[in-house]
């Protein structure tokens, strides 16, 4: 009876951790890539990236809030939503006049299962001769 009791326990603990992975893949938003680094660069060089993203819900995806870690870093992104399926960018832009190695975060908020994802930048820049 315990032996029971215990097979039923852990196929109930596997189902709810099937169901939980499945509707985060589902009803989220997807990065293409989470990380840019931008190498080694010259001092005053361009330093935008853009990160794409995909709504795999099936409702409109809303991003309620990016921020960056620092001032040096500033995003932009869409303000409207993105219809489920669709795809969307959130430029960032990184002072290149700061001379060094540099690892920055910007966290994205939404209203997907997956609501707050961090993104990193990287590299490091060398000073104009």
Not at 15 to 28: C, E, L, M, P, R
Request: with cysteine; net charge positive.
């Amino acid at each position: 009876m315990k032996k029971l009791i215990l097979v039923m326990s852990l196929i109930f603990v596997t189902s709810i951790g099937v169901f939980a992975q499945a509707s985060q893949s589902t009803d989220s938003i997807i990065f293409a890539k989470t990380m840019h680094d931008y190498g080694t660069i010259d001092q005053g060089a361009d330093g935008s990236c853009e990160f794409v993203f995909t709504n795999k819900g099936k409702q409109p995806l809303l991003l309620t809030n990016v921020s960056a870690s620092c001032g040096c870093t500033v995003p932009e992104w869409p303000r409207e939503p993105i219809a489920a399926g669709k795809t969307g960018v959130i430029k960032v832009k990184y002072d290149t006049n700061r001379v060094g190695a540099f690892n920055k975060s910007i966290t994205v908020s939404s209203n997907a299962v997956n609501s707050s994802i961090v993104l990193y930048i990287k590299g490091t820049i060398n000073a104009k001769q």
